[in-house]
């Protein structure tokens, strides 16, 4: 009489296996990057918020975030998640700007130095844009590495290597939410949360 129950259990377990293959089926390695190239080709605008730890393999710190997007003009709002200190930085195609606690205004092609002069850590921000997306930088010899259903899993693009370790369900798509990126003693840790979608107010190139 007691084996009811357990062939019920176990047509329940067998249920959520079969269940859990179909969500995460076998797709091409190329599937997921066309996939997600098309995504944000119809919502060019879009924003994230976050945090990064930072860590040096002796000291660390940590950045809250808020970022924008408009095509390829960005802008970021870093502030210190402890002492009030934050920045306003504006990056496209022209440059990139930046403003904010204890620097002048500073301007510069790439933003990495300049985030890494307010910070005191190199951030790979210019890369970052990408990778939060779920992208590998374009015209970069960057090796990529898939996960069986065809996910990006790793991005390695001298000096950076970079790991996703999550993707949570998002507007329209799965998006990052835990990654992880580490050059040398540097390591990077990015959490990501309220994707949006959809238009924004971003500045428009320098």
Not at 24 to 38: H, N
């Amino acid at each position: 009489m007691r084996a009811a129950p357990t062939c019920a259990l176990m047509v329940v377990v067998c249920t959520v296996m079969v269940t859990g293959c179909a969500v995460r089926e076998q797709r091409d390695a190329g599937a997921w990057l066309a996939e997600r190239e098309a995504l944000f080709s119809r919502h060019e605008q879009w924003s994230v918020s976050g945090r990064m730890a930072l860590s040096d393999g002796s000291r660390g710190g940590s950045l809250a975030f808020d970022w924008q997007a408009d095509g390829a003009n960005h802008e970021v709002q870093l502030r210190t998640v402890a002492g009030g200190r934050q920045w306003r930085l504006s990056f496209g195609p022209s440059g990139a700007l930046l403003e904010g606690s204890g620097i002048e205004r500073m301007w510069a092609m790439d933003p990495d130095p300049l985030v890494e002069a307010a910070v005191g850590w190199p951030v790979p921000v210019q890369s970052m844009a990408w990778w939060i997306r779920g992208l590998p930088p374009p015209d970069s010899d960057a090796v990529i590495s898939y996960a069986s259903d065809g996910s990006l899993t790793r991005v390695e693009s001298d000096p950076w290597q970079m790991d996703y370790q999550r993707f949570d369900a998002g507007p329209e798509a799965l998006m990052p939410s835990r990654l992880q990126a580490v050059s040398g003693d540097y390591r990077v840790r990015v959490v990501l949360r309220d994707w949006q979608l959809g238009t924004q107010q971003v500045s428009k190139s320098l």
